[in-house]
């Protein structure tokens, strides 16, 4: 989809669509809108007073043939209370306008930002909104919905002076939107078109086009690091695991300065191994890898980005299966850092195979770490499909990154890591147990185990098994992959 600043007014564009929107106050018409209403001969405010234009959030009001207007349809979208608006409410309603769009075959059309609106921040918001609207979870569907798909965007409003803001924040929104679009791909793919050698083969292709250093260890190799962890995992899959490191160096990085390790987990396939899984939704964990495919859709955007910090992404990555081969409950494990795990519950995999992650991405040299993995159920249940769970050893650290998330529309919440939690995952037969002994807490409980490996490390802890897949399509949003955190983490990397 092409996506271009237009210089020229909105009553001249002749496009298929002029698309503006309405904030829900006691006169919906002002501004750009009684603009738009005085062209239209005063059509809005009709519409207005007909209560077919409230403001309301989200909702559509679509005009055929607007008299005044060269372009084909005008289409309003509720913006909501001005209250509670920002450039989080202008990227859902920009994608929800192109939906509704995309929906009645159009393929091109203008958006018209709002009066004093015409910023870098609401071209990016616009921007990510357009692009992450227009995918469609179809790849494999013999009728696709993306033969559908909107060719092109005009934004028009960035006239004059505000003409560089505008193109600073096409250009980032653009990459941003990309690069979780990329995220929201590898995540749908089934297990059987994604094993972790075809991901490490896209994870490497990726690298290679976006000009970022790549390594892809094999099960030899990853024997000879003695990931412990991460092979007892494998063991019981007839394919063999791979462990992606992709890396950032920036032009002139500075000795002494921070290291940002990314981990993510990439379970292709979680069956819970001997600990097996019921048979209800276990299609769904073909989504394990999220935190993997969110930590290289990251790192693809900040090779466009150029951020001045180093950046190490670890991707570990395996199926988790009851072959004949597969860890039983019980055994002991030796993970590369040489601590000593006792497995109670092979279904507990993502904290096996983020712990050697983590250890080697230590290795490798980050300082700080952050992992993101849909890593417990118990998650959900504490915050539904509303936020992610952010677990953190340094509440500085952990304070940028809510911030970040906060700035960028991404709903996360604080989870506690009292000492008291270190007790659920003592092991009585080895260092440590890969569960809780039935206390609850079981997303704390997972994240205490992650923070073991990380030592002294500032470390970040993002579980996402709520939020990275969206059982519902959204007015502005396909159902499927979400590729939640991707914001947040280009957000925090770039500004830090
Ligand atoms: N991949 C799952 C987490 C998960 C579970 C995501 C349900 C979404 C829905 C993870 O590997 C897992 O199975 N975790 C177990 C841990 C338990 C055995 C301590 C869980 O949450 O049930
Ligand atoms: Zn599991
Ligand atoms: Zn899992």
Redesign the pocket.
Known sequence: MQISLEARPFAELQTAALVSYVFEETDPVQGRVAELDQKTGGLLRKLAQGGELTGKTLEMTLVHAPAGLPAERLLLVGAGKREQYGSTQLRKLAGAALRHLKGRSVKQFAFLVREGEATAEAAQAVTEGLIFANFESDKYKSEKKNGKEVDAVLLAGWDGESRAAGETGLQRGRIIGDAQNFTRDLVNEPSNKLTPRILAERAEAMAREAGLAVEILDEKKIAELKMGALLSVAQGSVEPPRVMVVTYTPANAKPGAPVIGLVG?A?TF?TGGISIKPAEGMEK?KY?MAGGATMLGVMRALAALKPSVKVICVVPSTE?MPGGKAQKPGDIQVAMSGKTIEVLNT?A??RLILADGVTYAKQLGATQLIDAA??TGAIVVALANVNVGVFGSDQAFTDKLLASAKACGEKMWPMPMDDEYREFIKGTMADIQNIGSGKGGGAITGAMFIKEFAGDAPWIHLDIAGTAWLDEAKPWAAKGASAVAVRTLVELVTKL
């Open positions: 987990k379970v979680d964990m394990d988790n279904d995999e993502g849909t890593l």
